[in-house]
């Protein structure tokens, strides 16, 4: 007679709901069945069971959600085997109780070394399952590839996730979970759109044919995914006079004619960010794990477009760079993203991005955050406008600016000082000097 | 090159080294009349006469301390020990004394002593004459250990410790007495540069599936376990020791990270054993590069039996190690034979 618990099923997951029962009481069950599917704050998992027996009990009912580690049900040698109920499910009580419990067990698992390691598929304890095993290797390599270590079946000893594995989840592109976890679900809860559970059909009269993705595609869809799921956005706008900035950059690119090097707008932008960052640091910060972490650093992210998707080089220490190292920087960094030469490093430690679509004639639009950043600035086109200036109506050359803000690190008043600030920046570009 | 056996080539190279340095002596039980009861010091009774080839009484600690007491005033002895059992009698010079004089007299005197010392089973010797317990002297600051595994490192090796000026226990093994294999042609001459960088693990032969790591007899153990497993198409990577300490750690953390996993064979027991000492370092110098936990391969947990069978079946073997190989890389999705 063994209990099971609600498995932690995602790094952030607390409690789960179980969607499913895919077992029934009195249900023979094999170790590796799909026991239940459960609902976690990402997707919809299926759970397998580690051991034969039988299910005697469903202590959750489908549609309830309980903590990780609340008991779930039961395992049973027999269908008719009575579950012990003087324990009856206080899930906080239970997943105290976890602790030591695992405690005990490492404690009473002497196991000599050798037997171990043997390859046999041997009997897994109850308390395994909250995250997946893995080798040290497959752990890096997954990060490496950027895939989800929780999509991907190990085919190691008990269920080990190893080199193997990742190579292969990364040739098929299989192995974003949350992603493809979130397709299904999505899938079920209309079913009138699709039939649920079932393979997607390319012959569909639509005329699709399957279209290869690479790995940058594959991370934009999960990081995405990810920050449209999780990050609560909120959108700040605002339209800035640009006749300054426009006489600014005139006058710096007559100063740098002889050099054969110009400043664009986007530069002049870039590093009018990283001037309203250093006076807003609480905007220069990240949410990661129910932690508030502000950084040292300020890092500008430039979002490019290069034929395999969207990618996002990171000028390190931004706020310390001149105009034209900023310009030559991101230049250098474009054209290393176009010939698809970034390295990891040149494109992470981001702590905010800027997105320009100025140069596509968009006047404005709203910017997807690049997590685990806490904003990103969206810009758009310069145009003229009418406007009223002292009293008169006045043609002036004007940039609409739009933030999206993570509302978990920063309020709407603190984003929308930065944006205040970081206007009159640009209304007033010698300060960008400062 | 020529090729010649273990003995040989420590016979050789001890002559070489008494012709180029007078200091340099011998000592220990049956060394001189009878020649060594491994032959090591044949003929050298003859050539360099009683005051520098001394037979001792069988008193393991008297003449340990005696060979430390003439090292300290600048000679260089070469005690020998009949087998490693027998430096349990000779533990508290080793150990307290000869590992540690130099530091405790603040650098005054080195100790520029070499105790060699044949270990290892498999020749019926039984339980107290069959031991592998390096380990005790490998786990001593103070001390450097040895471990060759061919004539060429033992050449090379004994060169190096003769030369240098701390204690030194130079590991030989009874299994490898008679094994050949070759050296350089100037190999016995007095003045030659085959002298051994103390502390340098080698990779003894490439391979890309796996790291198989040992030193003295188990490193030739180990290479014939990768021939044969080639033949599978299996491709092992051979690390051999042969320093126990200093110990080489960057030379097989650098091979895992290239192989992705290990296991280590040892004629010693397992538990605390010199492979528990690798396996560590490979989880801390390569941890994210392991696809699987290291495997230990090692003897029997038991006092050596007597009877051959038993013997045999205490010992790795080379069954045994390509076994662990083939469960170490079926848990990694590697093919196997």
């Given amino acids: 007679m063994s209990e099971i618990y609600m498995p932690r099923l995602s790094d952030t997951m607390e409690e789960g709901v179980i969607s499913t029962w895919v077992k029934k009481v009195g249900d023979k ?17 299926e759970y397998e069971a580690y051991e034969d027996g039988f299910l005697v009990k469903q202590s959750v009912a489908e549609g309830e959600t309980v903590q990780i580690g609340a008991v779930i049900g039961v395992i049973g040698d027999s269908p008719d085997a009575v579950p012990d109920d003087s324990g009856a499910p206080a899930a906080e009580e239970k997943a105290q109780e976890e602790a030591p419990a695992q405690e005990k067990a490492a404690a009473e698992e002497p196991a000599a070394p050798a037997q171990e390691e043997a390859p046999a598929p041997a009997a897994a304890s109850s308390n395994e399952g909250e995250r997946p095993r893995t080798s040290p290797l497959a752990r890096r390599l997954a990060k490496e590839y950027g895939l989800d270590i929780n999509g991907i079946k190990g085919s190691g000893p008990r269920g080990r996730i190893v080199r193997a594995d990742i190579e292969a989840a990364a040739k098929e592109g299989t192995g974003s979970a949350p992603a493809a976890q979130a397709q299904a679900s999505a899938a079920q809860s209309a079913p009138a759109a699709a039939p649920a559970s079932q393979a997607p059909s390319f012959d569909d009269g639509r005329d699709s044919e399957e279209v290869p993705i690479g790995n940058i595609r ?28 426009k006489a600014f950059r005139g006058q710096i690119n007559a100063q740098l004619a002889s050099t054969g090097a110009k400043i664009s707008f986007n530069d002049l932008i870039v590093k009018a960010s990283a001037t309203a960052l250093k006076l807003h640091p609480a905007v220069n910060s990240s949410w990661v794990d129910g932690k508030l972490l502000k950084h040292g650093r300020i890092n500008v992210g430039v979002a490019v477009a290069v034929d395999t998707g969207l990618v996002v080089p990171v000028l390190h220490d931004t706020d310390k760079a001149t105009l034209s190292e900023i310009s030559g920087r991101t230049r250098d960094l474009a054209g290393k993203a176009r010939d698809g030469k970034l ?7 981001g702590t905010f991005s800027v997105s320009n679509l100025g140069m596509f004639g968009v006047d404005s639009f709203s910017a997807v955050i690049n997590p685990p950043e806490a904003a990103i600035l969206a810009v758009g086109a310069m145009r003229q406008e009418a406007v009223v200036v002292d009293g008169e109506v006045a043609v002036r050359n004007r940039i609409s600016l739009e933030l999206s803000v993570d509302h978990r690190a920063v309020d709407g008043a603190v984003g929308a000082a930065f944006l205040k600030d970081l206007a009159e920046i640009l209304e007033e570009p010698m300060r960008i000097l400062l | 090159m020529s090729v010649i056996t273990y003995r040989q080539a420590l016979r050789d190279t001890l002559r070489a080294e008494m012709v180029r340095d007078e200091n340099v002596l011998v000592m220990g039980e049956e060394i001189g009349v009878f020649e060594g009861s491994y032959k090591i010091t044949e003929g050298l009774l003859k050539e360099f006469g009683p005051r520098r080839v001394k037979d001792t009484p069988i008193a393991e600690e008297g003449f340990v301390g005696a060979a430390i007491g003439a090292a300290m005033l600048g000679l260089r002895p070469v005690v020998e020990l009949m087998t490693i059992n027998f430096s349990l009698i000779a533990i508290d010079q080793i150990i307290n004394h000869a590992a540690k004089i130099y530091g405790m007299f603040g650098g005054q005197t080195s100790v520029p002593m070499v105790i060699r010392t044949p270990g290892g089973g498999g020749q019926q010797l039984g339980a107290t004459h069959s031991q592998n317990i390096e380990l005790f002297y490998s786990f001593i600051p103070g001390l450097k250990v040895l471990a060759p595994s061919t004539p060429a490192e033992a050449s090379a090796m004994l060169r190096a410790a003769i030369r240098d000026d701390d204690p030194v226990l130079f590991l030989e093994n009874l299994g490898l007495y008679n094994s050949k294999g070759e050296v350089p042609e100037d190999y016995a001459q007095p003045e030659n540069d085959n002298v051994a960088t103390i502390g340098r693990a080698a990779v003894t032969r490439e391979g890309s599936d796996i790291t198989l790591i040992g030193y003295s007899r188990m490193a030739t153990v180990a290479t014939r376990v990768a021939e044969k497993l080639a033949e599978e198409d299996i491709s092992v990577e051979v690390v051999d020791l042969r320093s126990l300490r200093p110990l080489d750690r960057q030379t097989f953390v ?39 936990p290291v495997r230990r391969v090692a003897m029997a947990e038991v006092p050596m039996p007597y009877a051959k069978p038993l013997e045999t079946a205490a010992l790795p073997s080379i069954e045994s190690i390509s076994t662990a190989i083939k469960e170490t890389l079926s848990a990694v999705g590697k093919r196997v034979g």
């Fill in chain 1, 218 to 245: 594959k991370v934009i869809a999960r990081r995405l995914t990810e920050s449209k799921q999780q990050v609560p956005h909120f959108y700040l706008r605002r339209t800035i006079d640009a006749e300054a900035l």
């Fill in chain 2, 254 to 292: 650098d091979s895992v990270k290239k192989t992705g996993a290990a296991v280590v064979c040892e004629d010693d027991w397992l538990t605390y054993g010199i492979g528990a000492e690798i396996a560590a370092s490979i989880q801390e110098g390569a941890f994210d590069y392991l696809d699987a």
């Fill in chain 1, 343 to 349: 390295k990891p490093q040149e494109m992470s430690g």
């Fill in chain 1, 29 to 45: 069950v094999a170790s590796g069945d799909v026991l239940v599917e459960i609902e976690t704050d990402k997707a919809v998992m």
